[in-house]
């Protein structure tokens, strides 16, 4: 998931694409955070002028979808389900063993940039839990060994 | 003193008031309940007496639904709808206490209690907050969740706002900040960051309050139920124990305002739900920027002094008073009965302002007197940030779909902000107002947007002939001047369709208009516009000018001109005079007196040697600093009065000390012509309120003109003054507020002007001729500067510049656009030297595209930077207000503080001496 640099004329521009659409502030935030990987802080007051919004609102919007980040990611995003159905089928070891051996908490990307690990409520996928999702594929009935193949397709 | 009143505790309704004609009966608790149609069960429950515990719900804010305490059981439906979201409906039968709903409300705050911390007892909302208010209506006795769990007690405080702390240790996320943010104050400077447990509210972008979007209003801080938002001074004093009603003595608005005092110390001004121009809400300044009155650089003694460059003596006010009585009377035996004048203010109280002017033509004898509200210029562009509750107003119905049109040569921040966008923006050159306006008319009569029927029966048709006809010859197109004005020609039709055709159109103006060389030509071509489009006489249309300071529309109505007794009677009527003279016991002149300007240069050609300045620094506010500074110079007895050693008080020979409008009792009358209570809520820390001193110093010239109470000063106002006949402090006490006219036809007031005709007969139009003004640009001076204010501070900044507001402005700047900086090698922040016919001064650039090329733009809060030392003495040719808004300068780069201001700061310095011991000299 390499991604472009953060600039701001590239960014005011991409944000001038959505800007004529109803509820434009999603989208643009979306298409920000293909480009650059995540949404940087400088964007948010590019959007709230050309919104017509407040930082403060901006700020709000983003604040609330766990999906937008604010810091680059790794490059590969493994998401492991912690909702009730896969805890039942054994996904809290296979977190903790995830943890272990990328020596990584939630949230967390490894200091060489390839992995960052996240917990995810629910993909839909209990009939076959335990789930995970790694770079946007969904991945159902996984476990200790699917894990690690997974790790491994993602260099680590 | 106001005979103190308990702590006023406006009821909490839980839900806006609803409008609706239709009325809905319903039962609560077993009680029957009659309401319009679309008010919310909970607000239903109140009007009945019964409280439903809520947390996130308050009158002031629409229902959000989020905090689950208002649960109630409808009889027959499934669930405990919450009562603040749930519309009444007939015939339903309302629960709002039953087993089921005490064991979820009790489980609800068990869970915002398991993360609060447990300080109530040294918490400042002690007293005063809801939650521990809600814990004991729900019976609270244990946290079955343990208090171990995650929890927000250890978020940092953010102090950086001078005036209120955010605690989030203490916020139960009711989302009653960000919503008192968006709906009462407009600014949208607050949100919830995150989302379930992780919410916090979050000023801007998690930035702290004082670097964030926040305007400090305190709105926020009005509907936080806990301690979470909290006013400084509350924390530092506790909580307040009794209340007094009384009104702002800013800007214009008049927001009413409880003084929360703890005895004699004031703890905290909270706005009045029950203010009828503010309903509950304010600004920064009323609400905060009180502090002023303790500064200490306040002075509380009289003084003298023979000679400007002595230094102060501290005297008694008995000797204070015979000293300038002897001066007035040895000046007047050698120069005449009218060597000596008067100048009222705007900001004191409509009495104070009555008995100087009484004092200047019966004890004076003779009617040089005049006020302030001549120059006063407060608003930035069109005065909204002087007026910032109207705006927060304004704001919200522009969100309701109203259309604005913003003429201003500067992009004020009402073009563009967020959730107000003018439709139309037309960034005239400084000075071409009167052009635009008949352009504006021009389009509307040659497009036939007239309302003939309106201009038929309320105006004279041959009068309107006439102006139809001026407007519509070709000069006055929108295409000829655009060329004047540097306004598109589209623009200008635009706006003029917009008005004249977008149903009610209500125009709102401030000193953009007035302080011009055309200022009345261009107030007469408003009433035009309003004339011939029918926007008058009813709610929701009309002209409506915005005053500056609080109590301009008080000083011009009680007789403050020269030419004019109160209630604007012509002072060569005799009968008018024949009243007034009957009733004080002396003969007026017939002659109406000098004005400001006329005195200065009577002044400085040696027939004008006294005069007494009541609560004005004409020094700092009067246009063409260096004339004024000559006239007061040549003067032999200048008597200030006021609450610091202003500028215009460093040519004083007697100093009176004034007394805040917390120490006094009065009225002031607002933009709306509404008449309110000041009430005392101290003893003057100088001793007299101000009406007083008058008094005194009346006595001292042997002229008795005794009042025991302010209330006594209004009956003779009332006696004199035919549209104030029905005003008295008993009435004002009993209806909050008068709108006058009152009077016997009238006697509950008048709130709307000209309903079904015009005081005057037939509205007049007025045949308004555009002058470019004498004031012009060239290879010298190739710019136009212009001035203004801001929010936060006040007029010339003597009250605001003594409070924390400063963390708000710290200094003048001057506006210019990147065009006109580069050619002059300016870059931002660069020190500049701005300099016009008049003069010149030193400040800080400002670059920024706001303001247009070739015009330059600042704001004079800061005596330092003396921008009227710059601006010229050209004024109105019908009242003198003279022209701020616009002066040719050329500007350059500069390495600090110009000649004039070192030389000033050093005066400045020797002029405010006030001596240790009486008569100790150097």
């Given at each position: 998931?390499?991604r472009?640099?953060?600039?701001?004329?590239?960014?005011?521009a991409i944000?001038?694409?959505?800007?004529?659409?109803?509820?434009?502030a999603?989208?643009?935030?979306?298409?920000l955070q293909?480009?650059?990987?995540?949404?940087?802080?400088?964007?948010l007051?590019l959007?709230?002028?050309?919104l017509?919004?407040?930082?403060?609102?901006?700020?709000?919007?983003v604040?609330?979808?766990?999906?937008?980040?604010?810091?680059?990611a790794?490059?590969?995003?493994?998401?492991?389900?912690?909702?009730e159905?896969?805890?039942?089928?054994?996904?809290?070891a296979?977190?903790a063993?995830a943890?272990?051996?990328?020596k990584?908490?939630?949230?967390d990307?490894?200091?060489?940039?390839?992995?960052t690990?996240?917990p995810?409520?629910?993909l839909?996928?209990?009939a076959c839990a335990p789930a995970?999702?790694l770079?946007?594929r969904?991945?159902?009935?996984?476990?200790?060994?699917?894990?690690?193949?997974?790790?491994?397709?993602?260099?680590? | 003193?106001e005979?103190?009143?308990?702590?006023i505790?406006?009821?909490?309704?839980?839900t806006?008031?609803?409008?609706?004609?239709?009325?809905?009966t319903?039962?609560?608790?077993?009680?029957?309940?009659?309401?319009?149609e679309?008010?919310?069960?909970?607000?239903a429950?109140?009007?009945?007496?019964?409280k439903?515990?809520?947390?996130?719900?308050?009158?002031?804010l629409?229902?959000?639904?989020?905090?689950?305490l208002?649960?109630?059981?409808?009889k027959?439906?499934?669930g405990?709808?919450?009562?603040c979201?749930t519309p009444?409906a007939?015939?339903i039968?309302?629960?709002?206490?039953t087993?089921?709903l005490?064991?979820?409300?009790?489980?609800v705050?068990e869970?915002?209690?398991?993360?609060h911390p447990?300080?109530?007892?040294?918490?400042?909302a002690?007293?005063?907050?809801?939650?521990?208010?809600?814990?004991?209506?729900?019976?609270?006795?244990?946290v079955?969740y343990?208090?171990?769990g995650?929890?927000?007690?250890?978020?940092?405080?953010?102090?950086?706002?001078?005036?209120?702390?955010?605690?989030?240790?203490?916020?139960?996320?009711?989302?009653?900040?960000?919503?008192?943010?968006?709906?009462?104050?407009?600014?949208?400077?607050?949100?919830?960051?995150?989302?379930?447990?992780?919410?916090?509210?979050?000023?801007?972008m998690?930035?702290n309050?004082?670097d964030?979007?926040c305007?400090?209003?305190?709105?926020?801080?009005?509907?936080?139920?806990?301690a979470?938002?909290m006013?400084k001074?509350v924390?530092?004093?506790?909580?307040?124990?009794?209340?007094?009603?009384t009104?702002?003595?800013y800007?214009g608005?008049?927001?009413?305002?409880?003084?929360?005092?703890?005895?004699?110390?004031?703890v905290?001004?909270?706005?009045h739900k029950?203010?009828?121009?503010?309903h509950?809400?304010?600004?920064?300044?009323?609400?905060?920027?009180?502090?002023?009155?303790?500064?200490?650089?306040?002075?509380?003694k009289?003084?003298?002094?023979?000679?400007?460059?002595?230094?102060?003596?501290e005297v008694?006010?008995?000797?204070?008073?015979?000293y300038?009585?002897?001066?007035?009377k040895?000046i007047?035996?050698?120069y005449?009965?009218?060597?000596?004048?008067?100048?009222?203010s705007?900001?004191?109280?409509?009495?104070?302002?009555?008995?100087?002017?009484?004092?200047?033509?019966?004890?004076?004898?003779?009617n040089n007197?005049?006020?302030?509200?001549?120059?006063?210029h407060?608003p930035?562009?069109f005065?909204?940030?002087?007026?910032?509750?109207?705006a927060?107003r304004?704001?919200?119905?522009?969100?309701?779909?109203?259309?604005l049109?913003?003429?201003?040569?500067?992009r004020?921040?009402?073009v563009?902000?967020p959730h107000v966008?003018?439709?139309?923006?037309?960034?005239?050159?400084?000075?071409?107002?009167?052009?635009?306006?008949?352009?504006?008319?021009?389009?509307?009569?040659?497009?036939?947007?007239?309302?003939?029927?309106f201009?038929?029966e309320?105006?004279?048709?041959?009068?309107?002939?006439a102006?139809?006809k001026?407007?519509?010859?070709?000069?006055?197109?929108?295409?000829a001047?655009?060329?004047?004005?540097?306004?598109?020609?589209?623009?200008?039709r635009g706006?003029?369709r917009?008005?004249?055709t977008?149903?009610?159109?209500?125009?709102?103006?401030?000193?953009?208009?007035?302080?011009h060389?055309q200022g009345?030509?261009?107030?007469?071509a408003?009433?035009?516009?309003?004339?011939?489009?029918?926007?008058?006489?009813?709610p929701?249309?009309?002209?409506?000018?915005l005053?500056?300071?609080?109590?301009?529309?008080?000083?011009?109505?009680?007789?403050?001109?020269?030419h004019?007794?109160?209630?604007?009677?012509?002072?060569?009527?005799d009968?008018?005079?024949?009243?007034?003279?009957?009733?004080?016991?002396v003969?007026l002149d017939?002659?109406?007196g000098?004005r400001?300007?006329n005195m200065?240069?009577a002044?400085?050609?040696?027939?004008?040697?006294?005069?007494?300045?009541q609560?004005?620094?004409?020094?700092?506010s009067?246009p063409?600093?260096?004339?004024?500074?000559?006239?007061?110079?040549?003067?032999?007895?200048?008597?200030?009065?006021?609450?610091?050693?202003n500028e215009?008080?460093?040519y004083?020979?007697?100093?009176?000390?004034?007394?805040?409008?917390?120490?006094?009792?009065?009225?002031?009358?607002?933009?709306?012509?509404r008449i309110?209570?000041?009430?005392?809520?101290?003893t003057?820390?100088?001793?007299?309120?101000?009406?007083q001193?008058?008094?005194?110093?009346?006595?001292a010239?042997?002229?008795?003109?005794?009042?025991?109470?302010?209330?006594?000063i209004?009956?003779?106002i009332?006696q004199?003054?035919?549209?104030?006949?029905g005003?008295?402090?008993?009435?004002?006490?009993?209806?909050?507020?008068?709108?006058?006219?009152c009077?016997e036809?009238?006697?509950?007031?008048t709130?709307?002007?000209?309903?079904?005709?015009?005081?005057?007969?037939?509205?007049?139009?007025?045949?308004t001729?555009?002058v470019?003004t004498?004031?012009?640009?060239?290879?010298?001076?190739?710019?136009?500067?212009t001035?203004?204010?801001i929010?936060?501070?006040?007029?010339?900044g003597?009250?605001?510049?003594?409070t924390?507001n400063v963390?708000?402005?710290?200094?003048?700047?001057?506006?210019?656009?990147?065009?006109d900086?580069?050619?002059?090698?300016?870059?931002?922040?660069?020190?500049?030297?701005l300099?016009?016919r008049?003069?010149?001064?030193s400040?800080?650039a400002l670059?920024?595209?706001?303001?247009?090329?070739?015009?330059?733009?600042?704001?004079?809060?800061?005596?330092?930077t003396?921008?009227?030392?710059i601006?010229t003495?050209?004024?109105?040719?019908?009242?003198?207000?003279?022209?701020y808004k616009?002066?040719?300068v050329?500007v350059?780069?500069?390495?600090?503080?110009?000649?004039?201001?070192?030389?000033?700061?050093?005066?400045s310095a020797?002029?405010?001496r006030?001596?240790?011991?009486a008569?100790?000299?150097?």
């Amino acid at each position: 998931m390499q991604r472009a640099p953060w600039n701001r004329d590239r960014a005011q521009a991409i944000i001038d694409e959505h800007k004529h659409l109803d509820g434009a502030a999603l989208p643009m935030l979306h298409a920000l955070q293909h480009e650059f990987g995540h949404i940087a802080e400088e964007a948010l007051p590019l959007i709230a002028h050309t919104l017509n919004l407040t930082r403060a609102e901006v700020h709000g919007i983003v604040t609330f979808y766990h999906d937008f980040r604010r810091e680059p990611a790794g490059r590969h995003v493994l998401k492991l389900c912690r909702a009730e159905a896969c805890q039942s089928r054994g996904g809290e070891a296979l977190a903790a063993h995830a943890k272990a051996r990328l020596k990584l908490d939630w949230h967390d990307t490894d200091a060489i940039g390839s992995v960052t690990l996240e917990p995810v409520f629910c993909l839909g996928l209990c009939a076959c839990a335990p789930a995970a999702m790694l770079d946007g594929r969904v991945i159902g009935r996984l476990d200790r060994a699917r894990l690690d193949n997974l790790l491994d397709e993602a260099g680590r | 003193m106001e005979q103190p009143m308990h702590l006023i505790k406006e009821t909490d309704y839980g839900t806006p008031a609803v409008t609706a004609e239709k009325m809905v009966t319903l039962t609560i608790d077993g009680f029957p309940v009659t309401v319009p149609e679309g008010t919310s069960i909970m607000r239903a429950a109140m009007d009945a007496g019964i409280k439903v515990p809520k947390l996130c719900a308050t009158d002031s804010l629409n229902a959000f639904g989020s905090c689950r305490l208002c649960l109630v059981e409808v009889k027959g439906r499934n669930g405990t709808p919450a009562s603040c979201t749930t519309p009444v409906a007939p015939g339903i039968e309302v629960s709002t206490q039953t087993p089921r709903l005490k064991q979820l409300r009790r489980g609800v705050m068990e869970l915002y209690i398991s993360d609060h911390p447990l300080d109530c007892l040294t918490c400042s909302a002690n007293g005063d907050c809801e939650l521990q208010d809600m814990a004991g209506a729900v019976g609270l006795r244990e946290v079955r969740y343990g208090y171990d769990g995650a929890n927000h007690l250890d978020s940092e405080k953010d102090t950086s706002n001078p005036y209120f702390t955010f605690d989030p240790a203490k916020c139960i996320v009711c989302s009653r900040c960000v919503r008192a943010c968006e709906e009462t104050q407009s600014t949208f400077a607050l949100t919830i960051d995150g989302r379930g447990f992780a919410s916090v509210v979050s000023a801007g972008m998690d930035e702290n309050f004082l670097d964030s979007e926040c305007v400090s209003c305190g709105a926020c801080v009005q509907a936080c139920p806990t301690a979470t938002l909290m006013e400084k001074s509350v924390i530092e004093t506790g909580q307040p124990e009794h209340s007094v009603l009384t009104t702002c003595a800013y800007c214009g608005v008049g927001c009413s305002f409880k003084a929360e005092m703890r005895g004699e110390e004031l703890v905290r001004m909270v706005p009045h739900k029950d203010g009828k121009a503010n309903h509950g809400h304010s600004c920064v300044k009323g609400r905060f920027a009180w502090g002023y009155a303790t500064h200490k650089e306040r002075i509380l003694k009289p003084m003298i002094r023979g000679k400007i460059t002595d230094a102060w003596r501290e005297v008694s006010w008995d000797e204070a008073f015979a000293y300038a009585a002897s001066e007035f009377k040895r000046i007047q035996a050698k120069y005449g009965r009218g060597s000596i004048g008067g100048i009222t203010s705007s900001r004191c109280t409509n009495e104070e302002t009555f008995l100087v002017q009484k004092l200047v033509r019966a004890g004076f004898g003779n009617n040089n007197v005049d006020t302030c509200a001549r120059v006063c210029h407060s608003p930035t562009g069109f005065g909204l940030s002087s007026a910032p509750v109207f705006a927060s107003r304004m704001k919200k119905r522009l969100r309701e779909g109203a259309k604005l049109i913003v003429i201003d040569p500067r992009r004020i921040d009402l073009v563009r902000m967020p959730h107000v966008e003018a439709d139309y923006h037309l960034p005239l050159l400084p000075g071409t107002n009167v052009a635009i306006l008949d352009a504006l008319a021009h389009v509307i009569v040659t497009e036939g947007l007239i309302d003939e029927a309106f201009v038929r029966e309320r105006c004279d048709w041959d009068e309107f002939q006439a102006w139809a006809k001026f407007v519509s010859e070709p000069r006055n197109s929108p295409e000829a001047v655009a060329k004047i004005s540097g306004v598109p020609a589209e623009a200008i039709r635009g706006a003029a369709r917009l008005y004249a055709t977008g149903g009610n159109g209500a125009i709102y103006y401030g000193l953009g208009v007035t302080e011009h060389s055309q200022g009345t030509t261009a107030v007469m071509a408003i009433a035009n516009l309003a004339l011939a489009t029918g926007n008058l006489g009813r709610p929701g249309v009309g002209v409506n000018p915005l005053r500056g300071q609080n109590n301009v529309q008080g000083a011009c109505d009680m007789g403050s001109f020269p030419h004019e007794l109160s209630g604007y009677r012509h002072i060569s009527d005799d009968a008018t005079r024949a009243l007034f003279d009957s009733l004080w016991g002396v003969t007026l002149d017939k002659e109406p007196g000098l004005r400001i300007p006329n005195m200065l240069d009577a002044a400085v050609d040696g027939t004008f040697k006294g005069i007494y300045i009541q609560g004005e620094d004409i020094l700092q506010s009067d246009p063409d600093t260096k004339h004024v500074a000559a006239g007061l110079a040549a003067m032999e007895c200048v008597v200030v009065q006021d609450l610091f050693l202003n500028e215009t008080a460093r040519y004083a020979h007697v100093f009176l000390p004034g007394s805040t409008f917390l120490e006094k009792n009065g009225t002031f009358t607002n933009a709306e012509r509404r008449i309110q209570r000041v009430r005392k809520v101290m003893t003057p820390k100088n001793g007299l309120e101000d009406w007083q001193i008058t008094v005194k110093l009346a006595e001292a010239l042997g002229f008795d003109m005794r009042h025991e109470h302010p209330s006594q000063i209004m009956d003779e106002i009332a006696q004199l003054t035919p549209t104030f006949k029905g005003v008295s402090y008993e009435k004002l006490d009993q209806e909050g507020s008068v709108q006058w006219p009152c009077n016997e036809n009238a006697p509950a007031g008048t709130p709307v002007m000209h309903i079904g005709g015009f005081a005057r007969g037939k509205g007049k139009f007025n045949i308004t001729e555009y002058v470019a003004t004498d004031e012009r640009t060239g290879p010298r001076f190739p710019l136009l500067l212009t001035t203004g204010r801001i929010l936060s501070q006040y007029n010339v900044g003597a009250q605001t510049r003594r409070t924390a507001n400063v963390a708000w402005h710290t200094e003048d700047r001057l506006e210019i656009h990147p065009h006109d900086a580069e050619q002059r090698g300016v870059r931002d922040g660069d020190w500049v030297r701005l300099q016009s016919r008049a003069g010149d001064t030193s400040l800080r650039a400002l670059i920024t595209d706001r303001v247009a090329p070739g015009v330059v733009y600042t704001t004079f809060h800061h005596p330092d930077t003396q921008a009227n030392v710059i601006t010229t003495d050209f004024s109105d040719w019908a009242t003198n207000c003279p022209e701020y808004k616009v002066t040719a300068v050329q500007v350059m780069p500069s390495n600090g503080p110009s000649k004039w201001q070192e030389e000033y700061q050093e005066l400045s310095a020797r002029t405010r001496r006030i001596g240790d011991l009486a008569g100790a000299a150097e």
